[in-house]
């Protein structure tokens, strides 16, 4: 299982981003997958989740302002941020929470400016 996240970079407070990841060698049709963020200091935290079906969850900080969805047909997972505060600056991460738990991808930088 592969996974590679793109699209972060450095963004104005208010301003929008969004990230990308493309998975390869899993069944990413029946995959539930979830975006976590790791902020320097502290612990790395569940930002989004989306199911096979496509139900979605967020973190409470998020809600609001992060949409987390999918294209099966490009094996891929989005999470589209807006209105976004520097307590947001983190490397996020997708991941796969089901059927096969375990696999992360390397992570894209997101830093918020003030």
């Known amino acids: 299982v592969q996974l590679q996240a793109s699209g972060g970079g450095l963004v104005q407070s208010g301003g929008s981003l969004r990230l990308s990841c493309a998975a390869s060698g899993l069944f990413f049709g029946i995959s539930a997958m979830a975006w976590y963020r790791q902020a320097p200091g502290k612990q790395r935290e569940l930002v989004a989740t989306i199911t096979s079906a496509s139900s979605t969850n967020y973190t409470d900080s998020v809600k609001g302002r992060f949409t987390i969805s999918r294209d099966n047909a490009k094996n891929t997972v989005y999470l589209q941020m807006s209105s976004l505060r520097p307590e947001d600056t983190a490397v996020y991460y997708c991941?796969?929470?089901?059927?096969?738990?375990?696999?992360w991808g390397q992570g894209t930088q997101v830093t918020v400016s003030s």
């Open positions: 991941t796969v929470l089901r059927p096969t738990p375990g696999y």
